[in-house]
């Protein structure tokens, strides 16, 4: 059993499109993110979520919107694809926060290519 | 705010020489410190971490981590690497206390040679 999964693996699309990335953790966890992980392999979070509510939202431009419609899911909506959206999205969960464990749990990744 | 350094982008090392991957951190406060690895096209997943106490710390795979305050360093060390380790390290901050959310470092490619 994948404890957190992530669909689709791969996507590639069109500048302009609108697409979504799906997260689920099986963990029973509090808190969600999103990871973007650009061509360098520099790791940038995004969002964060806990028990649904959004408590850190980075400097985002607003064509992404995170959704969490229970604690155990966490999708990633991102209108108008530019090719600089072009990277790797990492989804993650941890139990309460991250102090209590100091144990991030990530999801394969997602590769997305805009052309 | 905190910062992470991670002073090599690549560390190309014979397979069972020692490695040192060096990480140096700062911030105005506590933090709480942490090595990921990532194995290509997989996900990040945690090496060892440093929250309190005795400031050497084991990790899986044989890793091991010295935080060293005065230095501000977290550097990660294995005695004995294997071809298997080849990977990107990355070295991780948080601030203590309240919800933080982790900074990381650019990563560092350990290449092990045969």
């Known amino acids: 059993d994948t404890a957190v999964s992530q669909t689709p693996k791969y996507l590639v699309t069109q500048m302009g499109n609108d697409k979504s990335i799906k997260c689920e953790q099986n963990l029973g966890h509090d808190t969600m993110y999103w990871y973007k992980q650009d061509s360098k392999k520099f790791l940038k979070i995004m969002f964060s979520y806990n028990n649904k509510e959004l408590i850190i939202n980075e400097t985002v431009p607003n064509r992404f919107s995170p959704k969490s419609p229970d604690k155990a899911h966490l999708n990633l909506h991102i209108n108008s694809l530019e090719l600089g959206d072009s990277a790797v999205y990492f989804c993650?969960?941890?139990?309460?926060?991250?102090?209590?464990?100091?144990?991030?749990?990530f999801g394969e990744g997602s590769r997305l290519t805009v052309l | 705010a905190q910062s992470v350094t991670q002073l090599d982008s690549q560390v190309p090392v014979f397979e069972e020489a020692p490695v040192e991957l060096r990480c140096n951190y700062s911030s105005s406060v506590s933090v709480y410190l942490f090595w990921y690895v990532q194995y290509p096209n997989q996900g990040l997943q945690l090496l060892l971490k440093?929250?309190?106490?005795?400031?050497l710390v084991k990790g899986i795979n044989g890793f091991e981590a010295e935080f060293n305050k005065s230095q501000t360093s977290f550097h990660l060390r294995k005695p004995s690497v294997h071809i298997s380790d080849t990977a990107e390290y990355f070295c991780?901050?948080?601030?203590?206390?309240?919800?933080?959310?982790?900074?990381f470092g650019i990563g560092t490619k350990l290449q092990v040679i045969p």
């Open positions: 993650a969960s941890s139990p309460r926060e991250v102090r209590d464990t100091g144990e991030l749990f």
């Open positions: 440093y929250l309190s106490g005795s400031t």
């Open positions: 991780a901050v948080v601030l203590s206390g309240g919800y933080q959310k982790v900074t």
